[in-house]
Structures are given as C-alpha cells and as structure tokens.
C-alpha cells in the first residue's frame, strides 16, 4: 500500500493567498484526520472524517479554516486568507475501525507550510 | 473529552541504559493506548500499542505497561541506540461514543541518546 498520500510537501506562500493542502488516505480507511504541528502547540487535531462525514471540527482555529472531503479517497484543507501564523506542518492520517477498537493512525509525510 | 499528560518531556540517557516515558489518562472508557516516534522532519509513526485487555506487550527492545485501575501507561526502551533519538508521542483512545475513532495525544517527550 502507498500509505497516505499528501501534496504539496512544501509550501511558501505570502500572506493573503489563498492556500489548499491535499490527502489520500490508505484505501479501505474510513475515517481521516487533519493535524497541524509546531513547537509551540505540539500535534493539534484540526478535524476528522468518518465516511466523508466531519465529526468533529472543534480543533480548527478559525473561519479562515475549511476541510472538504468530497469522497472516501480524497480531502482537502483550506486557509483562505492565510497568515503568517499558520506557518506549520499539516499532517494528514487515515484509519480504520475493527468491530469496537480503534486501529492505529497512519500519517502522511506531512506538508510544510510557510506564509511570508 | 480525554485528557492525555505525558512525562517527562525531554530525557537524555547514555547509549546503552534503559528509557521510560509515562503517560496518564483520564477517561477509564480509554481502551487503545498506541504510541509513536516521530524522527526530525519526519512524519510520526506507530512503534508499539496496546489494548486494555492486556496489561504488558514486548517487540524486541521496546515494551508497553497499562495499569487501568491508576490510569496510567509507560514505554519502555531497553539498550538505547542513537537512532532511538526521536520525539515520542503516546495517545488514547475510547473507541466509542461521539469520539469513535479518534486519538487523544500527550504533548511528546523528546529523547536524547548520547553515544
């Protein structure tokens, strides 16, 4: 398996732009997550997915932030304006579910996000 | 929601002694602990986890402890080797209700092995 599948891995962007990471999750997962990671914070849940659905959004900072998950291979996370605060790795996971437990996460190479 | 606290958050050893990192929870519906090393630049991945069924699991060098009744669980690295070096993160999960599926992380405990 390819495993999860995030581009870009790298983005520079100025502040303002309007910016759109991408995930695909590991085939046969039904639930996806979005991550953003920096010193200060550590790993933050940004929002999950299960069967396309979003589930909990809580974690996403503010309206500037959007996810879409428009079928079971396929999401994206917008920052529209960013800034420069946003400046962080996004990590993208994917999992499944047997019977009552949860199966381990698997994570994406991540992309790095700078906003000048 | 689960609450997650790991310690410490940095610890050094010599190449060769044994590491511990702890980690508590506070949700006693938790039934899934993984834990994961994250190496600079690189993406975080599984090493070892655990069910709440099972109070100990081994893979070479590496353990896992639950004590369900104290809430609590630990990562064991015996005969560290400087490529232990990493970031380690535990997490929990419930497996149920209105938070199936998700994992709740500690904040990491960045581990040095000097050689």
């Known amino acids: 398996d390819a495993g999860v599948i995030q581009s870009p891995r790298h983005e520079v962007t100025e502040m303002g732009q309007e910016v759109t990471l991408r995930c695909k999750p590991i085939?046969?997962?039904?639930?996806l997550f979005w991550y953003r990671q920096t010193m200060m914070r550590g790993l933050e849940l940004l929002i999950y997915?299960?069967?396309?659905?979003?589930?909990?959004d809580s974690g996403m900072p503010e309206d500037r932030f959007s996810a879409k998950m428009p079928n079971a291979s396929f999401s994206t996370l917008k920052i529209q304006p960013s800034e420069p605060r946003d400046s962080a790795v996004y990590f993208c996971?994917?999992?499944?579910?047997?019977?009552?437990?949860?199966?381990?996460?698997?994570f994406g190479d991540g992309t790095r996000l700078s906003i000048l | 929601g689960e609450n997650v606290e790991q310690h410490p958050s940095t610890l050094s050893v010599q190449e060769g002694d044994s590491a511990v990192i702890k980690c508590t929870y506070s949700?006693?519906?938790?039934?899934?602990f993984p834990w994961y090393k994250q190496e600079l630049g690189k993406r975080p991945q599984l090493i070892i986890d655990?069910?709440?069924?099972?109070g100990e699991k081994k893979d070479q060098r590496i353990a896992v402890t639950l004590n369900k009744t104290a809430k609590h669980f630990s990562l064991h690295i015996t005969e560290t080797q400087p490529e232990d070096s990493a970031v380690y993160f535990c997490?929990?999960?419930?497996?149920?209700?209105?938070?199936?599926?998700?994992?709740?992380f500690g904040r990491g405990t960045q581990l040095t092995v000097w050689p």
């Open positions: 996971a994917s999992s499944t579910k047997s019977g009552v437990s949860n199966q381990p996460q698997h």
């Open positions: 085939s046969g997962h039904d639930y």
């Open positions: 997915f299960n069967n396309n659905v979003p589930i909990d």
């Open positions: 949700d006693s519906a938790s039934n899934y």
């Open positions: 655990i069910r709440s069924n099972v």
């Open positions: 997490a929990a999960s419930t497996g149920r209700g209105s938070t199936l599926g998700r994992l709740y």
